[in-house]
């Protein structure tokens, strides 16, 4: 698991700690519990202390973003301390901005009453995000500011181009030294992987050892752009061999169609990404440290020259030119962060037509708690008697209810039973 960060009796960061030793001074009574997600303690009777670098690592992506921190040691080298895979709500916050853009179209529809649109007299500021992309950038500015008042950060490096898509297009952009060195390769096979879903074009397998193939093959006049270019397995690489495509599929014509559009088609997702990163990097150097760039090819080759696995975490763990010789300690395992949001400001709950099917909302807390808080319940009796701890997922004003998660079910209780332990930040944590 995650050390344990440490904060000085005056709120100072020191150097994260194992959790054995986190254990021993809470209960020697030389630490209290300062915050529970990511679990943190204070000392008591300590100002000050010893620190090592600890540089904050991210591999930002459209739906999950990698964070680590990582120490270096005299002796031990570099270590990662601190592990998480935090979740975006992208998705979420474009399903609704479109049903309210729907419903709000359909009632000037009808001429029922409605709010005026303004989207022709407004100005978007310069270097405007969609609400979507610019939440991403907002969850990675605003755990970095977290992780800046529980570590003593010296340094941060990111991940802000997945492919470098001037090298995919013209290999020698970059000199020849680029196009013949380490690196040689890596951007065009993770920019196929991405496209092609790590999955063979030709039989759908996954999981597999896959090579680069070539659509049009090079003994017919085929090129070497990306976009003539695919995945396939060892057999069906091997079966197809000199054969065009239109030969090889020419008893499978839905497949066949499938490959050429899809050879033909831009990868718009990684499009988007590398929009966020770009503006994720950009926001990140207002923090005043040292900040460096890097790009996809180079964090795959420093994962797969030390055999890691893939994920999200251990991908910022590999960013950069620190990435190429890092520990990760046996049985790790990230804290996994979800983006909650902070409730709705929709006033009339309405049906699938835009017509009015619910009360306006009476308000977002109950008996001072809101969404997003854990808290402690203590019931009495009933049904679900005991001590739960957990975090508030959904409220009733009316009933005065809260509803947590118990066995994986949701369940109201009263508000006057809960005790709030954390304030809530629009987020949700699972410690595994």
């Not at 979420?92 to 009632?107: E, F, M, P, Q, Y």
């Not at 690196?183 to 991405?194: D, I, N, P, S, T």
Request: proline share 5%; charged share 25%; hydrophobic share 35%.
């Amino acid at each position: 698991m995650c050390q344990v960060f440490v904060l000085s009796s005056t709120k100072n960061p020191l150097m994260p700690t194992r959790p054995a030793r986190a254990r021993r001074l809470l209960r020697d009574k030389k630490a209290a519990v300062y915050r529970l997600h990511p679990f943190t303690i204070i000392l008591i009777d300590r100002a000050d202390g010893e620190t090592q670098p600890i540089e904050a690592k991210f591999d930002p992506g459209s739906k999950t973003t990698g964070i680590a921190l990582v120490g270096e040691f005299p002796q031990q080298g570099r270590v990662v301390l601190f592990a998480a895979n935090l979740n975006h709500r992208g998705d979420s916050i474009h399903k609704r901005l479109t049903d309210r853009l729907s419903i709000r179209r359909g009632r000037r529809g009808r001429k029922t009453r409605y709010r005026q649109p303004r989207f022709n007299n407004r100005r978007r500021r310069e270097k405007w995000l969609p609400p979507s992309v610019q939440s991403r950038v907002d969850n990675v500015k605003q755990w970095l500011n977290k992780l800046q008042h529980f570590a003593p950060l010296t340094a941060i490096a990111i991940e802000t181009v997945r492919f470098d898509t001037q090298a995919l297009q013209n290999p020698e952009i970059s000199g020849i030294d680029y196009q013949h060195g380490t690196l040689a390769g890596y951007e065009l096979r993770e920019y196929l992987l991405e496209k092609w879903q790590r999955t063979c074009a030709y039989c759908g397998a996954q999981k597999v050892p896959l090579e680069i193939e070539h659509i049009v093959p090079r003994s017919q006049g085929g090129s070497n752009r990306a976009s003539n270019l695919t995945l396939a397995c060892v057999p069906c690489n091997q079966k197809k061999g000199c054969q065009s495509v239109d030969t090889f599929l020419a008893r499978d014509p839905k497949r066949l169609a499938r490959i050429q559009a899809q050879a033909k088609a831009p990868l718009k997702d990684a499009a988007a990404v590398n929009a966020t990163r770009y503006a994720i990097g950009e926001a990140l150097k207002g923090f005043g440290l040292p900040i460096s760039f890097w790009s996809g090819g180079r964090t795959k080759k420093n994962r797969v020259a030390q055999n890691y696995a893939k994920d999200h975490w251990i991908d910022a763990v590999c960013v950069g030119k620190s990435g190429e010789n890092v520990l990760i300690p046996t049985g790790m395992k990230p804290l996994l962060i979800t983006a909650t949001g902070r409730g709705q400001r929709q006033m009339v709950r309405t049906d699938k037509y835009g017509f009015p099917n619910a009360k306006a909302k009476a308000g977002k807390t109950v008996n001072g708690i809101r969404t997003g808080d854990i808290v402690k319940v203590d019931q009495p009796k009933g049904k679900y008697t005991g001590v739960y701890c957990a975090r508030v997922t959904a409220i009733n004003n009316g009933n005065q209810c809260i509803s947590i998660s118990v066995n994986k079910k949701q369940t109201w209780f009263s508000a006057k039973l809960a005790q709030i332990i954390q304030r809530g930040d629009g987020y949700a944590y699972a410690n595994i």
